[in-house]
């Protein structure tokens, strides 16, 4: 366990674990009191009348219902008008280094209102949706707030997804405009075709009337008079004036499409109050922001992290925002620890699969570098296991950057779960504890809730919080059926998690992640966090497969460090490691080393895959085209063979 560093506390928003517990006891008794304090931070036009209502078997819920607000007049004017329009909202760091630029508040609202106006004279009113498909730009942070300015729903599509992707997702909510660049530049890729994906893309869906493309490489690509406008046409002359929409509390502000089960993704629709003040109280207290800190959150805004953590949290928060649209190994492994020391950042939030990547590659990147405005880290998207958490602590924030463990969902618009940096006492790969007003339980799948500490269960919610999702849009069924069909009258998340002797949350992975090896319930994180701590291994991705006597065997995929051959001596030290750690019961049945996992483009393990080749089922994969590198299929199937 580390103990918050003095000096941490001492200029912590929070300084210590009973100051915490304090206050989020006062925010599970009295939830409605505590949320309208809370909900002060944001400027209204109208108060709210009524702060929450829900009931999660109808899977009806409302926060701040009666209250009218503007997500983009609260992320951007009101600060101006505080007299801030000079400071920097955005500083953006392209792909190539030597690109960079800074976009002040008073710069932000005039390029905002400038599109904003644009799409009004294209006949979007409040309540269409607008279909955004950009590389990490300038533009697709404007285009996001321009739409809240005008009450425009906007549904961002990850940039590397593929156009049949982007054409599902269009015609799921009916888009009415699509925005995307001519190309795109990432890594040593210096000609992503989005113009072309989003062509192949519009000739499937009815819905679009128009598509604006931004000017991004001035790569020559295909322009239709009839239906394509370049993003400098569309706003020249249009004014630099554009009054925000008042929109209600309840109102739509996004549609954010995250896989389902089915395979058919869900729409996931977050609306404007709630959302924004989850958003910016957040964003505050977990990453600790202050005034005139840099701000970086490596993520990417066609996923929630985006949304929450580098657009609406931040900007709510008057806060300096870096956008990245690079990747962390181009030019060199040293790209993140370049940008910090460029821009002097003070709180830096990745993802445990960037941080082991880069731990693949030794120590020497992090060192040669300065690192000393880094006050905090952060990690977002999967658990991080012991070594790299050790690795981030010692290596990377030498030992004085708290790490703030972070879990949540698209689902739940902001983070549930996770310390806070002067006050938790961290235990490496633990979320720690619950944030104000999140009510954690863990479910026996019978139903039943499971009390005391030092056991596992189902995780759920039982209260709503205000970033909570609203709906699947246009399938409310579905959206009951999913997260409150299981365990009625709770939400469920779809995790499993274990609640140790002092109560800390430990999430075990998705459900269909965890396996049942002779009787005994085992999560996938925990042996991929013990074969992670075997000498010489970078990476493992565990899967279940059938065992003949044991029911279900665990088989485990493993990458090893850069330099280091794959042996029988590596595999003991796996099987050695898993026993100490976890005990018998989870060694892995089976180890193939592997060059590299199967990952999406935004760095999740695709287990699917993993799980057909341990099953020998190399005829059904289904589609891998999401995937960053698909040749990585083809070589785990030959070595498997």
């Known amino acids: 366990m580390y103990i918050p560093k003095k000096e941490t506390s001492m200029h912590s928003h929070f300084s210590t674990l009973d100051q915490y517990e304090r206050l989020y006891n006062e925010s599970i008794q009295e939830p409605n009191e505590f949320w309208r304090k809370i909900s002060r931070r944001l400027d209204w036009i109208e108060t709210p009348h009524e702060i929450s209502r829900f009931n999660f078997k109808s899977g009806e819920i409302k926060w701040f219902s009666g209250g009218k607000l503007n997500a983009s007049y609260n992320c951007i004017d009101r600060h101006i008008e505080a007299g801030h329009g000079n400071e920097i909202a955005i500083i953006w760091e392209g792909n190539d280094p030597k690109q960079s630029k800074k976009i002040t508040y008073s710069q ?54 593929s156009s049949d992707s982007l054409r599902d997702r269009i015609n799921d909510s009916e888009c009415k405009i699509l925005v995307t660049q001519d190309t795109g530049v990432r890594g040593t890729k210096q000609n992503i075709p989005m113009k072309e994906n989003a062509d192949k893309a519009v000739k499937e869906t009815p819905s679009i009337q128009q598509v604006i493309v931004v000017k991004r490489t001035g790569k020559k690509v295909n322009m239709d008079s009839e239906l394509d406008l370049w993003w400098h046409e569309a706003i020249s002359g249009e004014s630099p004036v554009c009054e925000p929409e008042v929109m209600d509390a309840e109102d739509p502000l996004f549609i954010l499409y995250t896989s389902g089960s089915t395979g058919k993704p869900k729409g996931v629709l977050h609306t404007t109050g709630g959302y924004l003040v989850y958003a910016s109280f957040t ?11 840099i701000y970086w959150c490596t993520a990417d805004l ?50 445990p699969t960037a941080l082991r990547a880069l731990m693949k590659e030794g120590n020497g990147w992090v060192n040669s570098r300065n690192l000393s405005s880094l006050r905090l880290l952060g990690t977002v998207g999967e658990t991080i296991k012991e070594p790299e958490w050790n690795w981030y602590y010692n290596v990377v924030g030498k030992t004085k950057c708290p790490i703030v463990d972070t879990w949540w969902q698209t689902e739940t618009g902001g983070i549930l779960i996770s310390p806070l940096p ?16 999140v009510v954690p339980v863990l479910m026996t799948e019978e139903g039943k809730e499971i009390e005391g500490n030092n056991v596992s269960g189902l995780l759920a919610l039982k209260t709503s919080w205000p970033g909570q999702m609203r709906t699947i849009y246009g399938d409310h069924e579905r959206f009951i059926d999913v997260y409150f069909s299981q365990f009625p009258g709770y939400y469920f998340t779809g995790d499993g998690a274990k609640r140790d002797k002092d109560g800390y949350y430990w999430i075990t992975g998705r459900v269909d992640d965890v396996l049942n090896v002779s009787g005994h319930r085992i999560g996938t994180a925990e042996v991929e966090g013990a074969i992670g ?62 060059p590299a996992l199967p990952k999406t483009r935004s760095g999740k393990i695709m287990r699917r895959i993993l799980r057909k080749i341990a099953e020998r089922d190399y005829d059904n994969m289904g589609d891998i085209s999401t995937l960053a590198d698909p040749s990585v299929v083809k070589i785990l199937i030959s070595e498997s063979q």
């Open 108 to 161: 932000l609202l005039k390029e905002v209102s400038l599109f904003a106006n644009s799409l009004k004279s294209l006949g979007v009113q409040k309540g269409d949706r607008v279909c955004l498909y950009m590389q990490m730009i300038p533009e697709l942070a404007i285009a996001v707030l321009a739409c809240a300015r005008i009450g425009a729903v906007h549904s961002v599509v990850f940039g590397a997804f």
């Open 533 to 594: 701590k075997a000498t010489g291994v970078a990476e493992a991705a565990v899967v279940g497969f059938t065992h003949e006597i044991k029911g279900q065997g665990i088989f485990a995929f493993v990458t090893v460090m850069t330099g280091v051959l794959p042996s029988e001596k590596i595999k003991s030290s796996i099987l050695d490691t898993v026993t100490k750690d976890i005990g018998p019961h989870a060694k892995p049945d089976k180890i193939q080393f592997a």
């Open 302 to 351: 066609g996923w929630i992290t985006g949304h929450s953590y580098i657009v609406y949290g931040p900007l709510s928060n008057r806060a300096t925002t870096l956008m990245f649209e690079g990747v962390p190994n181009y030019p060199d492994f040293g790209r993140f620890w370049d940008v910090v020391d460029k821009h002097k950042v003070n709180q830096f939030y990745t993802a």
């Open 283 to 293: 964003h505050e207290i977990i990453f600790d922001y202050k005034p005139e800190d």
């Open 422 to 437: 002067g006050a938790t006492p961290i235990k490496p790969g633990s979320a720690t504890l619950p944030f104000f007003g």
